[in-house]
């Protein structure tokens, strides 16, 4: 069974969490590079 969609409403702020499997690293090894990716993509979708 799937999971009901989220409710999305204009202008509200959402909680957002990564995480890899088993509370394992999302950039593993050398991963600030990826990290650094990562962090400004992220804060190119904030408004």
């Known amino acids: 069974?799937?999971?009901p969609?989220?409710?999305e409403f204009s202008?509200?702020?959402y909680?957002?969490?990564a995480?890899?499997?088993d509370c394992g690293s999302i950039f593993p090894g050398d991963?600030?590079?990826d990290r650094s990716a990562f962090l400004d993509i992220l804060g190119a979708t904030w408004c």
């Open 1 to 3: 069974m799937a999971r």
């Open 5 to 7: 969609l989220r409710l």
């Open 11 to 13: 202008g509200a702020l």
């Open 15 to 17: 909680h957002v969490t």
């Open 19 to 21: 995480r890899g499997n």
């Open 31 to 33: 991963g600030d590079s």
